[in-house]
Nanobody, 126 residues
Framework: QVQLVESGGGLVQAGGSLTLSCAASGFNFDNYVIGWFRQAPGKEREGVSCIRNRDSTTVYADSAKGRFTISRDKVKSTVYLQMHSLKPDDTAVYYC???????????????????WGQGTQVTVSS
């Protein structure tokens, strides 16, 4: 079955960096889009970024552009989210998602994606 295991969260000071990993298994990696959402306390889950694995096409939310980079390692079936210049507003639980590539794969709308990881906490202190 599909499994997504996130790692790499933690506590970092404002301006620092973290890299999140999402190790995927149970499906054909090339045929899927994988990405990240986040949910801060008291807020709705919001899309951050995603990557279409077969050709590495990427999508970023405005909040992530210029600071976050998504990439994938096909050999390891892992997707990474490098986060730089972190701000306290980036504090959230970050969730990895995966879904077969469909017509709305780039939408970063929660209802577009079927499979989800358990989440990893990112805390940015001021």
């Amino acid at each position: 079955q599909v499994q997504l295991v996130e790692s790499g969260g933690g506590l970092v000071q404002a301006g620092g960096s973290l890299t999140l990993s999402c190790a995927a298994s149970g499906f054909n990696f090339d045929n899927y889009v994988i990405g990240w959402f986040r949910q801060a306390p008291g807020k709705e889950r919001e899309g951050v970024s995603c990557i279409r694995n077969r050709d590495s096409t990427t999508v970023y939310a405005d909040s992530a552009k210029g600071r976050f980079t998504i990439s994938r390692d096909k050999v390891k079936s892992t997707v990474y989210l490098q986060m730089h210049s972190l701000k306290p507003d980036d504090t959230a639980v970050y969730y990895c998602f995966a879904d077969p590539v469909g017509s709305d794969w780039y939408s970063l709308k929660e209802h577009s994606y079927e499979y989800w990881g358990q989440g990893t906490q990112v805390t940015v202190s001021s």
